[in-house]
């Protein structure tokens, strides 16, 4: 009997053992948002409507048409008067930048935001077990990870990637390659830089292609840097964690993959051209995410009464699952949704039923940033928590798109104090302004009676929001 007891007692303390093993296990392979820290250019990199003007003006491969065509798209591209631009924008190089000056824009960000965020959490470049950086259109040899790597001394173990072409959605692929990488090292706990941004420099379009043009109008300088642990040490510490992650591809499909394109003008100028199925592509790519993450965020009740409502509209012959709606709000407190543009962001209101309260962080960044590709919803995420709005428990929803054609989205819940103005320290009371609408549009109203170049490329300005 004593030696059935002690294997009792054996077997009982092997699997209190396993399971708490487990937990640790399952602990140490969660995904901690410690900060991030949105890059703030200099205040002479300025982009306002008349400075776009002056550099429209003096281009000598545009005629008068292509630039009343430019102006027009910037009047009402949702932009406002302190975005942000390269210097070589201010010294009449915008067609001709070298390799050099594009190093240096992205120097200036990384010395700027990566120091500034590992300032703010006390942790050294040493500390970094993995890179992820993600920029989608220079991507020189050595890489930008390895730039990062040498300017601040990181251990020859840190596991460094450096991704290119993923567009605006590359943010939410970056984020879970570094969650990845450190379930990886699980049960060793482990730190993950991720660095998102995008090179304006070598983008400006010197051709006649309007498709090729739309970039102008709607993409600025900005970046950001953030800081991924899968340490529970560190979860007090921790303002977020990561609680799901759906990534959605269309590229299959002919439209969607050369929806968003950089190529080549039939002159041999090399731009990025949006096609007129933009918008459709990144409607069924936003669906096809959407299937997969409402089941997995919405209560059983709210799906239930979507079940109930698509029934009842199928036997009264309404329509089916056309007509029904989902209330996501039953599922996140928050949406950061890219600003990708007005269209974009007008077309995710509608298709979530949200308000104008849910999508005003994504305007605001527009308006205040402009659509800075991969690192804007970090701006958005910046702005609710300048603001005040998120606490703790709140449920963020994270949607980027991107070329490919792809749909990303992420849920983050608030597990520390979010009180920081970040990037919007000096501009954050005066938001939301009293009117988005662009301070020059009486000024240049004339170039929307031009009738000789309205026709091309209409459907292409209509979609710049969906880039």
Known sequence: MELIALLLVLLVAVAAYSAMAAASRRRRSRCYLLDYVCYKPPDDRKFSTETMRAVLDRSQRLDAPARRFLLRVVLRSGL???????????????????????????????????????????????????????????????????????????????????????????????????????????????????????????????????????????????????????????????????????????????????????????????????????????????????????????????????????????????????????????????????????????????????????VEPSRMMLHRWGNTSASSVWYVLSYMEAKGRLKRGDRVLMVGFGSGFKCNSCVWEVTGDMADKGAWADCINSYPPASLANPYMEKYGCTNGAQDDDAPAGSNARALGDA
């Open 80 to 358: 406002g008067e302190h975005t942000y631009v390269p210097r070589t924008f201010f010294t009449g190089r915008e067609d001709c930048p070298t390799h050099q000056d594009c190093l240096d824009e992205m120097d200036f960000f990384f010395h700027d935001a990566v120091a500034e965020l590992l300032a703010r959490t006390g942790l050294g470049p040493r500390d970094v077990d993995v890179l992820v950086v993600n920029v989608s259109t220079f991507h020189p040899a050595p890489s930008l990870a390895s730039r990062i790597v040498r300017a601040y001394g990181m251990r020859d173990d840190v596991a460094s990637y450096n991704l290119s072409g993923m567009g605006c959605a590359g943010v939410l692929v970056a984020v879970d390659l570094a969650r990845n990488a450190l379930r990886a090292r699980s049960p060793r706990p482990a730190l993950a830089l991720v660095v998102s941004a995008e090179c304006i420099a070598p983008n400006w379009y010197t051709g006649q292609d309007r498709s090729m043009m739309l970039g102008h109008c709607l993409f600025r300088c900005g970046g950001s840097a953030a800081l991924l642990t899968s340490d529970p040490a560190l979860l007090g510490r921790a303002k977020m964690e990561l609680r799901l992650m759906v990534r959605t591809t269309v590229a299959a499909d002919d439209d969607a993959h050369s929806a968003i394109v950089h190529r080549e003008d039939h002159e041999g100028r090399v731009g990025i051209s949006l096609s007129k199925s933009l918008p459709k592509v990144a409607v069924r790519a936003f669906t096809a995410n959407i299937k997969s993450l409402a089941p997995r965020i919405l209560p059983a009740t709210e799906l239930a009464r979507f079940a109930a409502a698509v029934a009842c509209r199928k036997l009264l012959r309404r329509g089916g699952a056309a007509g029904a709606t989902i209330n996501f709000k039953a599922g996140a407190d928050h949406f950061c949704l890219h600003p990708g543009g007005v269209a974009v962001i007008d077309a995710v209101k509608r298709s979530m039923g949200l308000e104008e309260r849910d």
